[in-house]
């Protein structure tokens, strides 16, 4: 049947303007991840990327890219996996990107946390 994995990735940063850049290109980044799985409709701005939150004090931003939650070693999982590491590699070597998360969790194993930057 299969193990299901959720992997969301949390972006924070002090710069709204670059947080802004961060998350627009996750929109792009993503819908191209969906039209590669099944090319279904999805609108990956309002169901799959938050808004931007703004912080109570002190200005600071974040964001959440949601997982796709599906099952290990489905195709939808390899290839959401895929994309996820490219983007997050891809601002892991900016040095503009601040905070940079990975969040594992769902079936069998405990959740993990992965941080980048």
Same mark, same amino acid.
């Given at each position: =049947?299969?193990?299901? !994995?959720?992997? =969301? $990735?949390?972006?924070?940063?002090?710069?709204?303007?670059?947080?802004?850049? =961060? !998350?627009?290109?996750?929109?792009?980044?993503?819908?191209?991840?969906?039209?590669? *799985? $099944?090319? !279904?409709?999805?609108? $990956?701005?309002?169901?799959?990327?938050?808004?931007?939150?703004?912080? /109570?004090?002190?200005?600071? /931003?974040?964001?959440?890219?949601?997982?796709?939650?599906?099952?290990?070693?489905?195709?939808?999982?390899?290839?959401?996996?895929?994309? !996820?590491?490219? /983007?997050?590699?891809?601002?892991?070597?900016?040095?503009?990107?601040?905070?940079?998360?990975?969040? *594992?969790?769902?079936?069998?194993?405990?959740?993990?946390?992965?941080? /980048?930057?």
């Amino acid at each position: =049947m299969g193990i299901i !994995r959720n992997k =969301m $990735v949390i972006i924070h940063h002090y710069n709204k303007d670059v947080i802004t850049e =961060m !998350r627009n290109d996750a929109i792009e980044h993503f819908q191209k991840a969906v039209e590669e *799985d $099944v090319g !279904r409709q999805y609108d $990956v701005s309002t169901q799959m990327v938050s808004p931007i939150l703004e912080s /109570y004090i002190n200005g600071e /931003y974040s964001f959440v890219i949601m997982g796709e939650c599906s099952k290990l070693g489905w195709e939808t999982a390899d290839i959401f996996e895929r994309w !996820r590491q490219k /983007y997050i590699n891809k601002w892991n070597e900016n040095e503009e990107t601040y905070k940079l998360l990975e969040v *594992d969790f769902g079936e069998e194993y405990p959740c993990k946390i992965e941080e /980048y930057n």
